[in-house]
């Protein structure tokens, strides 16, 4: 990769949609959809280079986009591809700042798309990183909030022609309770777009090259695919996890609850893992794995289901009785690990005040 | 009154918040506590004049602001006072103009005195009219959005700090479900400001002399109380009204469903109605009157309960079995039962369409 990055080509966006299903934790949304939208505009003439957040001027204004809303809906409710675009106009224009490169929130799932679209629609370029490295259910949850973002001016839109904008909000927290329910009345999928951020703030904060790793991912699987080979140790290895379990559904439970898919799944075990049993809690992205009763992987740490047979992602929408699993975790970005970032996004901001966070790799945590 | 109106003076506020509470027609919250704030800013020495919109200059910008929340949350929750101001602000902002008046949303209930608050710390006068000429529960229900106010922009702003600008909005329906859940995200307690309207639209769609009319209505009953007169005929005769029903509550059905409280009242007829039953549906205002399950009142028209034996007008959210009281109708303005009225605040549009709209003044309604 050059200083100046590269062009996404239309072979680029399937490989980076797998990867980015996968980096989704289960959650996220399936970026299919959003990968056929942006198919549409390459084939039309569009072109998005993917830069590293280095080659920006440091006084350059970075806009993060993502869709919001429960991915259940996500499944049937198909965006009409403007939303974050309008989003990001319309608080360029609050903010009195012109955006020179688009940022996604998440890289997992749809939202590794919502940028690169909003990116075609602008003319604009997309910075090589996210705010999660992975998928998280709410706005707050980036390391660009955790690490200091503005909430305000942000801007919400739908496929309908309705654009609202939060002009001024007290804290990340309070631009997630609005934000969700505006995108709940909005039909529970919307573009949302936050505060204009300065480059030098977003080299600092963003997780680096999470686009490239997306591809990097997909690429690798479609490689295993054609070459025969086992999908799943070769996404192990081409993304530095482990192999947790390997099981098949025996039972999912899912609520759609204030613009929340809520529930776990259970898992009993195959092969290496026979007569045990996982669990896996969801609030639209997998939480925590416990095997035998015994937490294994949790939040902020990844845990990806893909199918035991194939390598492809299951997103929790699609999780259901009888599938075989191969559960895998993979170690979070140090952004994520830190102190202040496990208040936002560690297992007690999800509900689990008895689990203390403990790394995956196992590397000490910076204050 | 002369063309350049009066002064409201602290003498004034009390009358006024009675004549209010009593248009409210059940519903539009307590103006009590807005009266209390308005009384501390007239001692601070804010004046606020109350002005025909005849005499501003056609091209002078009005804005249409209150309170929006359910009334059960506003007997607890008091406002801080600046959100309409706040919200005005943000839609001045927004629309790009200087607005040179305010007015009311609703008459009735505490929306009379949130312009009134809005006007006294922005320095402005208010408009001696409104938008209902009495309380209705939703955003959409005015003569300004019947006759093509413009839904956006709107703003609305909470006591905490946050402002939430409805930039583009499809229409006057989609406002009021947007606003309608920001202001439960913001405990059911903000200022819905709406787009800024010109002085000659709203000097054709304003139901007129409302505030002067409120003012008048407190008066009478104020005076009927000091010379022990009988307060429900004084009332009647002042407000050009009718006696319907007199009757002992014997149940009441309350709850807050999505923002409103709906439910209903039933009456055991006493004195001249001895024998007779009624009941009065609510969605936060009295919708319907039955008497004997025939159908004699409905929106638009007004429907008020008085305690029986003081005159005083009681709200949906403080009936309460036992009491006694008094149900008086009165003739909404033909500004609200046009068609296109209909449309929006007749019987049909609160879930009535085995009503067909009949007039308490049986005046032709006009085309």
């Given at each position: 990769?050059?200083?100046?990055g ?26 299919y959809?959003?990968?056929?939208r942006?198919?549409?505009?390459v ?62 929130a998440?890289?997992g ?32 949850m ?36 609005f ?6 009345d ?29 591809l990097?991912?997909?690429?690798s ?21 482990k ?29 290496a ?19 035998d ?19 492809e ?10 599938q ?44």
């Amino acid at each position: 990769m050059s200083d100046k990055g590269y062009i996404l080509k239309e072979a680029d966006l399937l490989p980076l949609s797998i990867g980015a299903a996968l980096l989704g934790t289960g959650g996220g949304g399936n970026p299919y959809v959003g990968m056929l939208r942006m198919r549409e505009l390459v084939r039309k003439g569009a072109e998005v280079r993917v830069i590293p957040a280095e080659s920006l001027a440091d006084d350059a204004w970075v806009c993060e986009v993502g869709g919001i809303g429960a991915p259940v809906v996500g499944i049937e409710k198909i965006e009409e591809g403007g939303e974050c675009y309008r989003a990001m106009r319309a608080v360029e224009e609050a903010a009195g700042v012109k955006v020179s490169a688009m940022i996604s929130a998440e890289i997992g799932g749809s939202n590794s798309l919502e940028p690169i679209i909003a990116a075609a629609l602008a003319g604009l370029p997309v910075v090589d990183g996210d705010g999660m490295g992975r998928a998280f259910p709410e706005v707050q949850m980036t390391t660009f909030f955790i690490y200091g973002a503005k909430a305000a001016p942000a801007a919400i839109a739908d496929d309908k022609g309705n654009v609202v904008v939060f002009k001024e909000v007290i804290d990340m927290f309070w631009l997630e309770r609005f934000a969700r329910t505006v995108s709940v009345d909005m039909g529970a999928a919307a573009g949302l777009a936050i505060a204009p951020m300065r480059a030098d703030f977003v080299r600092r904060t963003a997780v680096p090259g999470t686009v490239t790793q997306a591809l990097n991912i997909g690429r690798s699987v479609l490689d295993a695919r054609t070459r025969r080979q086992n999908v799943v140790q070769r996404v192990v290895a081409e993304a530095g996890g482990k192999l947790f379990f390997t099981g098949k559904i025996t039972d999912v439970r899912r609520e759609l609850t204030g613009g929340f898919a809520r529930g776990h799944a259970i898992l009993s075990g195959v092969d290496a893992w026979a007569g045990s049993e996982a669990r896996i809690a969801i609030q639209n992205e997998n939480l925590v794995l416990w095997v035998d009763g015994v937490p294994a992987i949790m939040v902020p740490d990844l845990i990806v289901n893909l199918e035991l047979d194939t390598g492809e992602p299951i997103t929790t929408e699609v999780l259901r009785y009888g599938q075989r699993v191969a559960v895998i975790g993979l170690p979070a970005h140090d952004l994520l690990k830190t102190p202040a970032a496990l208040e936002i996004v560690g297992p007690r901001a999800f509900g689990y005040p008895e689990l203390t966070f403990v790394p995956l790799d196992g590397r000490p945590i910076a204050a």
